[in-house]
C-alpha cells in the first residue's frame, strides 16, 4: 500500500464508514476517494477492506502503516465502542502474525500499536496455565502428543460459544484442544516477544508459555486458535496490564 497522509486516512475511514452502512457502493467509495482525496484507487481498494477485516475481527493480508492503524483504531473505538475496537485489535493481532510468519521481519511500530490499543481494552484478570485445574493440563498435554486429526477434530466449530460453569464467580470453560493447539504452533517461542520461553517445566520438560486470548472470552472472544497466541509469563501480565 502506498504511503498517504493522516488526512488521507481520515478520510478513507470515514468513507469506509458510509460504504459498510451501505451510504456508498465499494466503487463509489473509491472513486470519491481517489477523487477528492487523491488516494490511488487501488490503495483505497485496500484501506476500505482493511476497515471492513477490522470490524469483523478478521485477518486481513495488505499492509497497513501504524499512523494509519492506530487512526483506524482510534475511529473505531469512537465510532463503535469497545466491543468493535476489541474485534479490531485481534484482526491487526491476526495480521501481524501474518505478515511475520511470511516475511524475516517484526512489525515494531505496528506491534506497538496494537499493544497501545489492547492496553485500552476493559481489563480483566489474567488466566495463565498455572490457573488451569490439574485435570485440564492433563487433557491439554495428552492432545499435545495426540494425533493432530484427533486434536483438530475436538476444536470448537466457528461461532461455538465457550461452555460456562457457575461457581461463585463464572468461569469459562476453555477448550484444552485450542491450547494444545497453539502451544504446538509457538514452538517454545513467545508469539509476542518472539523469545524462547524463560524456563521448563518441571513436570514434563515442555517449555513454559501462557496462552493468551486477544479479545478475552469475558469480551466476546472466540475459544480459537486464531484469537489466541502462547505468550511468556511477562508478556502475558503486559498484555494485560501494560501501558
Known amino acids: ?66 499512523p494509519a492503524a492506530d487512526i483506524y483504531l482510534a475511529g473505531i473505538l469512537e465510532a463503535a465502542g469497545p466491543t468493535a475496537l ?44 498455572d490457573d488451569l485445574s490439574a485435570a485440564f493440563e492433563q487433557e491439554v498435554a495428552a492432545l499435545i502428543v495426540a494425533p493432530a486429526a484427533k486434536r483438530r477434530a475436538l476444536l470448537p466449530q466457528p461461532g461455538t460459544k465457550p461452555k460456562v460453569s457457575v461457581a461463585q464467580v463464572k468461569v469459562y470453560q476453555r477448550s484444552a484442544a485450542v491450547v494444545a493447539e497453539v502451544l504446538l504452533r509457538a514452538a517454545g517461542n ?31 472472544g472466540a475459544d480459537t486458535p486464531d484469537n489466541a497466541i502462547a505468550v511468556c509469563p511477562n508478556c502475558h501480565r503486559r498484555h494485560h496490564h501494560g501501558g
Open 1 to 66: 500500500m502506498a504511503i498517504i497522509t493522516d488526512e488521507q486516512v481520515s478520510a478513507a475511514f470515514s468513507t469506509g464508514m458510509d460504504w459498510l452502512a451501505d451510504k456508498l457502493t465499494r466503487q463509489e467509495a473509491i472513486e470519491l476517494l481517489a477523487g477528492q482525496h487523491a488516494i490511488n484507487p487501488v490503495s483505497a481498494g485496500d484501506l476500505l477492506q482493511v476497515l471492513k477485516a477490522m470490524l469483523d475481527g478478521q485477518r486481513f493480508t495488505r499492509s497497513i502503516s501504524a
Open 190 to 220: 513467545c508469539e509476542s516477544c518472539r523469545n524462547p520461553a524463560p524456563f521448563r517445566r518441571a513436570s514434563d520438560g515442555s517449555p513454559y508459555l501462557e496462552v493468551h486470548h486477544v479479545v478475552q472470552l469475558a469480551h466476546g
Open 86 to 129: 476489541a474485534k479490531a485489535v485481534s484482526a491487526l493481532d491476526q495480521h501481524l502474525a501474518y505478515y511475520e510468519s511470511i516475511r524475516p521481519v517484526t512489525l515494531h511500530k505496528l506491534r506497538a500499536v496494537r499493544d497501545k490499543w489492547l492496553a485500552a481494552l476493559p481489563d480483566a484478570p489474567p488466566l495463565g496455565l
